[in-house]
């Protein structure tokens, strides 16, 4: 069997995402009849069904199911080579460190002074970006490092190197009665009348069923907490971020957090490893403290 062109990647995954010819015709900018030749010439190929069409519309087949995921991987990967040649082609070579806007802020601090002391280290280009999103910026290139959570990001094909481990707190309105609890347990903040816990979506970009408003940047949570409407429970070291109006209380049985430098598996940049001998050098006292 011939090897799969990235166009027919291109193709395959707009079909499979929109489950609808037309509009997936109209994202890609090309004519209806030719992206149904080639998804028909696709399967034919394959030797399987990879969608089901009826006049109701289109379904993906459990064989569609995993070339999508396959298709998105392998999409990443090609985006990502680009990336990273035309970074490593540049007069000065920029190390991209993506981390979440407010998470970790004195560890993130200390990884760049550190790096910044080695000599000949290459310039780190601090990347920041909304909760979950650092998987994506690694996979398509975007970025060559990134400041992750364990075990709430998803790590899934990266190495990484250990940084801290830390409790979590609430971030509760300043007016709230919590407020002035010394510590709380998730049952306390889970069942607040009036005060429910944000929902940030899922990596499909679904979000869990639940009470809670859908938030999906942290100066729109930070406001509604302000206003009285949600409370958050997060690593204590992501306080940075927290406003007047805020209070962070301990959360005692929530799951320690570990912060980790990550990677993609089997990169082989050696501007990538001074920077994780540097993290791993690192001392952990002083950290974010709760």
Sequence with gaps: MRDLETRELRYFVAVAEELHFGRAAERLGIAQPPLSRAIRQLEGRLGIRLLDRDRRGVALTDAGRVLLRES???????????????????????LVLATKAGASHELLQRLLDTAASQPGAPPVE????????????????????????????????FDTEDLSTEGQVAIVPARHPLAARAHLTLADVSVVPNLPIARWPRLDGTYPDGPGPEVHTQSQ??????????????????????????VAVPVV??????????????????????????????????????
């Design 126 to 157: 601090v990347l920041l970006c909304e909760v979950g999103e650092q998987a994506g910026l690694l996979r398509d290139g975007s970025a060559d490092v990134a400041l992750m959570h364990r075990p709430v990001d998803d790590l899934a094909g």
């Design 253 to 290: 049985d929530a799951p320690e957090i570990t912060t980790v430098l990550a990677w993609p598996a089997g990169s082989r940049s050696p501007a990538v490893a001074a920077l994780v001998r540097s993290a791993a050098g690192l001392p952990t006292e002083g950290v974010d403290a709760p």
């Design 72 to 94: 998105r991987t392998a999409l990443d990967a090609v985006a990502a080579a680009a990336r990273r040649t035309q970074r490593a082609g540049q007069p000065e070579h920029r």
């Design 221 to 246: 949570l930070a406001q509604l907490v302000a206003l009285g409407k949600t409370l958050l429970v997060i690593p204590a070291s992501s306080r940075a971020w927290q406003w007047p109006e805020h």
